[in-house]
Structures are given as C-alpha cells and as structure tokens.
C-alpha cells in the first residue's frame, strides 16, 4: 500500500538510485555567492527532516527547492529546532555548535507519493510499530527506542546514503553507532576536529545527549560521512524497511574537501548524526497533523 513508510525497492542496479531511496531528497538553497545542497529524508506529504545548519537565518524559503524524485518542489517554509544556534558558544571560543541540528521543511505542495518518492519511517510512529511488526498493538515509543538502538548490545549497524559523483548514482554506506561502552571514545574523538582542537575542554561541551557518534575503525572500519550528506537521514534497516533514527549532523573530518571522496579516513574520523528520540516533542509538535504519533 503506498501509505507504508521505509518501502525501498531492492536492487543492485545502479540506475534504480531513486526507487532504492525514494525518501532520499536533495535540498537546494541558491545564495547570491553561489549554491549550497544538502541531503534530507522525505517523511509525510508535506515535510522533509533535514538539518538546521544547511540553512542561513536571512535564507528566504524562494530561494531553497527540494528534489523528491524527480520532481523540483517549492518549500513553503523552513522550521529550525528552538534550541538551534550554532553561535550559541562562540564566546567560549567555540565557533560552531551543532547541538539541535535538525530542522522541517514544509513544501508548497502536497507530494504525490509514487515508488520514487516515499515516506522513509521516523521512530515512535504506527508506521514504524507496523514496519517492525510489534505483536502487541499498545507499543510504546520506548519499545521503539529499544529495540532500535539497544545500549545492551552496544553497537548497532546502521547506514547512510551517499552520492558517489556528480549524477544521480547514489550508494549505501555501512556503519556502526556505538551505544554501549565503545560510546565515550567514539565521542572522545570529537575533540580531533579542527576548530575544537585545543579549544574544547570537556567532550560533553560539544558532544551532547542529542547526538549518536559513528565512525572511526573499532570494531570494523566504518565509513564516513562527507560535509554534501548534511540532513541525510541514518537509518536502521529491519526486515527490508528503513527506519531513521538520526538525521546526519558534523563530522571531524571532510572526506570530500572540494569535490568527490578520495583518500583514507584517520581513525579518529567520528561522524555525530541527530538522534531523533531526543527531539520528540519537536517533531510531535509539527508533523501531529500527517502522522500518528505513539505515547
Ligand atoms: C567541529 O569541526 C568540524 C565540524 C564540521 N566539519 C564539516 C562537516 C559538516 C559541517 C557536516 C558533515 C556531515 C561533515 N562530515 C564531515 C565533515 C563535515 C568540519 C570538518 O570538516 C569541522
């Protein structure tokens, strides 16, 4: 039924990118001093979860269009998190601050859902009690929660979308959030980012309850993340439906400084994704009209 949310069409055909990911969406935002994109998650008819720092406070909503498919689609308007400011601690010496790093883009017109643009689930949603197939229909959010990302197991495999080049080809990265024990060095690393180094004295100043850190080679080598994957979603898979549980946020270090990925990550390459159990009330608040929301 076209209502099911994280459908993807299997296929190993790299001309089947959009009918894979059809709640992948590019967001544009044309500037007087050239253009930026991001990457966002198609989530009801109306809205796309992105990430608050792909916009500029002065980014008038003519100026950002959304492709969903294969279709170019007006935005409406922007609703950044409340608790969004990425200058909020630069008198501290801390010059960007990712803390709340998702934002709602609402499009001008409804989206004509189709198999090359569809709804991806988001957590604590009946879509998503359906996607996982819960037995007892009183599920609750915090069922979601644990089993999504369960601490106890401590690593949980999840994935990213990334665009290989210029066109269309998109490919699935694999990698690792680490839950349990392995989560205070995956944060730990944060500290290697460049305008951190030497600056941040405790990781938690940086590195807050919202986010989920990913990367680095312990216990397998994980892929990163490249500064164009900004508002990209995470998502857990769970018998062939795709789950987003993070919304891509900052990364230590750019794969991609100038163009395409190239080179090796360093180790400490850590990549800090918006976990969306920890924005709740937000997205409640705004997407209560187009999905049901459990307790
Ligand atoms: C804290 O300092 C760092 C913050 C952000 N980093 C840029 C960046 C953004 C903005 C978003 C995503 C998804 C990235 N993936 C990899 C890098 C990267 C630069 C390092 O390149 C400096």
């Known amino acids: 039924a076209m209502d099911m949310c994280g ?3 299997e296929s190993n055909d ?3 990118a959009l009918i894979k990911n059809p709640w992948l969406t590019t967001i544009t935002i044309s500037r007087t001093d050239g253009e930026e994109a991001c990457k966002g998650a198609l989530v009801s008819e109306y ?3 992105t990430a608050a720092h792909c916009f500029n406070v002065d980014d008038e909503a003519h100026l950002i269009s959304v492709k969903i498919g294969r279709s170019l689609n007006k935005v409406e308007k922007v609703i950044f998190h409340p608790n969004y400011n990425i200058n909020a601690k630069k008198a501290e010496g801390i010059n960007e601050f990712y803390d709340y790093d998702i934002a709602l883009v609402k499009v001008k017109s409804k989206v004509k859902f189709n198999p090359e643009a569809r709804p991806i689930c988001i ?3 009946e879509g998503t009690t359906r996607a996982l197939r819960k037995v007892h229909p009183d599920t609750t959010c915090k069922d979601h929660e644990d ?3 369960n601490v106890n197991v401590g690593i949980v495999p999840a994935i990213f979308i990334a665009q290989k080049r210029k066109h269309e080809d998109l490919e699935r990265k694999n990698v690792k959030i680490k839950t349990g024990d ?3 060095a995956c944060n730990r690393d944060a500290l290697e980012a460049s305008i951190y180094k030497n600056v941040v004295k405790n990781v938690k ?4 309850e919202r986010f989920l850190c990913t990367g680095g080679i312990d216990p397998v080598v994980d892929d990163n993340t490249c500064k164009g994957e900004s508002g990209g979603p995470l998502i857990i898979t769970k018998k062939k439906r795709y789950i987003q549980v993070a919304v891509i946020s900052w990364g230590v270090y750019d794969l991609c400084k100038g163009g395409e990925r190239h ?3 360093p180790p400490f390459a850590r990549d800090f994704h918006l976990n969306l159990f920890q924005v709740l009330p937000f997205l409640r608040e705004h997407l209560k009209e187009e999905l049901k929301f459990l307790p």
């Not at 100043?205 to 807050?208: A, F, G, L």
């Open 14 to 16: 790299p001309e089947d």
């Open 182 to 184: 392995k989560k205070h």
């Open 263 to 265: 080179g090796q990550s």
């Open 7 to 9: 459908m993807g069409k």
């Open 123 to 125: 957590p604590c949603t």
């Open 47 to 49: 809205f796309i979860i």
């Open 147 to 149: 089993e999504l990302l």
């Open 205 to 208: 100043d940086v590195v807050t």
